[in-house]
């Protein structure tokens, strides 16, 4: 059984940074790309950021894009989002989701699996 | 970043047939790239409902179906019943000048009267 498990999250303040993390089990974690997809309260999907099996492909919402560094640990089964410079805007429900393939570029690429889910707060 | 448009909600009765749809444009659904949809109960994660435009997972009742045209895609969900009110989102990937991109729409909550 495929089992995604997200910790790291919290109530940070604008400007810190947050670490999430996410442990894979119940499938061969280095054979699958793996994303970051997080829901405002009360709002909809946004993806985040993804990288590829070997980390050789790594893409970034620009929302996100030079505060956030995305990094798996193959031998740990792992994946993990560093957060910086938060915004109060980053506030969100992140996902940690597996994707279909490998890699991060493709015509059908999608998410099969998703774990619960982490809570980051910022605010002051 | 919702670059697909979803209306914000539809509603049934029960037995009915309700229908999504998902408008996008010549960077994502126009360009070729599938579409896939995903059902969010209230307070859980999001599921995986259709992929590759019309394909089913197992366990999927076949009461779901998906079809894609154009710029465009819609999901059906045919004789609908009260385990369906939920949250739905369609999911595409979009050929974006600045790397990979993954987008998904707006979302429509569905109301079974």
């Known amino acids: 059984e495929v089992q995604l498990v997200e910790s790291g999250g919290g109530l940070v303040q604008p400007g810190r940074s947050l670490r999430l993390s996410c442990a894979a089990s119940?499938?061969?974690?280095?054979?699958?790309?793996m994303h970051w997809v997080r829901q405002a309260p009360g709002k909809g999907l946004e993806w985040v950021s993804g990288?590829?099996?070997?980390?050789?492909?790594?893409g970034y919402a620009d929302s996100v894009k030079g505060r956030f560094t995305i990094s798996r640990d193959n031998a740990k089964n792992s994946l993990y989002l560093q957060m910086n410079s938060l915004r109060a805007e980053d506030t969100a429900l992140y996902y940690c989701?597996?994707?279909?393939?490998?890699?991060?570029?493709?015509?059908?690429?999608?998410?099969?699996?998703w774990g619960q889910g982490t809570l980051v707060t910022v605010s002051s | 970043q919702s670059v697909l448009t979803q209306p914000p909600s539809v509603s049934g009765a029960p037995g009915q047939r309700v229908t999504i749809s998902c408008t996008g444009s010549?960077?994502?659904?126009?360009?070729?790239?599938?579409v896939h949809w995903y059902q969010q109960l209230p307070g859980t994660a999001p599921k995986l409902l259709i992929y590759?435009?019309?394909n089913r997972p197992s366990g999927v009742p076949d009461r779901f179906s998906g079809s894609k045209s154009g710029t465009s895609a819609s999901l059906a969900i045919t004789g609908l019943q009260a385990e369906d009110e939920a949250d739905y989102y369609c999911?595409?990937?979009?050929?974006?000048?600045?790397?990979?991109?993954?987008?998904f729409g707006t979302g429509t909550k569905v109301t079974v009267l």
């Open positions: 989701a597996k994707g279909d393939s490998s890699v991060l570029e493709g015509v059908g690429n999608y998410f099969d699996y």
């Open positions: 990288i590829s099996w070997n980390s050789g492909s790594i």
């Open positions: 010549s960077s994502n659904i126009g360009a070729g790239y599938d």
């Open positions: 999911q595409s990937y979009d050929s974006s000048l600045s790397g990979p991109l993954y987008v």
């Open positions: 590759g435009n019309s």
């Open positions: 119940g499938f061969t974690f280095d054979d699958y790309a």
